[in-house]
């Protein structure tokens, strides 16, 4: 089974500052891969995702994630954050093996902006 | 994709007591999910909800506690029943996106409940 590790549960980062969130995950097939924000009070909304092809997805609102298979990490950064991305951060995989395959998610990032 | 409305938005509610969530889809979708994400935690799979079939429940959920509904291919309720401070979490409601090989997923804004 898949399972995917958000090392950082908390990350405070000065406004205009660049951040780096960082997603691992494990798996013995090919995975999809996503980023998905909550904001506060609010539902998921996805950011990015890794199909395939380029290894650098670029998402909304300034994101990009970067694949790598041979470290399994698909890590989010942006390179200037702005207080409107206080946020949380969840990275899910979802095996490439055909069919419905569940999701599973990551325990989550804060994302913390400081004017 | 989709654009996934859930009633109520939140409520608080008293033990022993149930709440039923409702989620409307702005366009007809096969799979319907249901998760909880606790305070603190990630996102927790209760069930996914089929039109036409019984839901599939997870391991550590079940029926008695969790029913769900799906009359039709945009519309499926979740119940909470006989409520206890343990069942505060946000409740959501997620759909699979239409065509796609992948099970991409879009979700609601969610329903906090807060149980006294």
């Known amino acids: 089974a898949q399972s995917v590790t958000q090392l950082d549960s908390q990350v405070p980062v000065f406004e205009e500052a660049p951040v780096e969130l960082r997603c691992n995950y494990s798996s013995s097939v090919s995975v999809y891969l996503f980023w998905y924000v909550q904001y506060p009070n609010q539902g998921l909304q996805l950011l990015l995702k890794?199909?395939?092809?380029?290894?650098l997805v670029k998402g909304i609102n300034g994101f990009e994630a970067e694949f790598n298979k041979s470290q399994t990490s698909f890590h989010l950064r942006k390179p200037s954050v702005h207080i409107s991305d206080t946020a949380e951060y969840f990275c899910?995989?979802?095996?490439?093996?055909?069919?419905?395959?569940?999701?599973?998610f990551g325990t989550g990032t804060k994302l913390q902006v400081i004017p | 994709s989709a654009v996934i409305s859930q009633k109520p938005s939140r409520d608080i509610c008293q033990r022993g007591t149930s709440l039923t969530i409702q989620c409307q889809v702005d366009s007809q979708v096969t799979m319907m999910f249901w998760y909880r994400q606790q305070p603190g935690q990630s996102l927790t799979l209760i069930a996914t909800a089929n039109q036409g079939s019984e839901a599939t429940y997870e391991s550590g959920f079940v029926i008695d506690k969790f029913p769900i509904s799906r009359p039709n291919l945009t519309f499926s309720t979740l119940t909470v029943s006989n409520l206890s401070p343990e069942d505060s979490s946000i409740y959501l409601c997620?759909?699979?996106?239409?065509?796609?090989?992948?099970?991409?997923?879009?979700f609601g804004p969610g329903t906090r409940l807060t149980v006294l």
């Open positions: 997620s759909v699979k996106a239409g065509g796609l090989s992948y099970n991409e997923q879009f």
């Open positions: 890794y199909l395939s092809g380029s290894t």
């Open positions: 899910a995989v979802i095996l490439n093996s055909g069919g419905y395959q569940k999701v599973t």
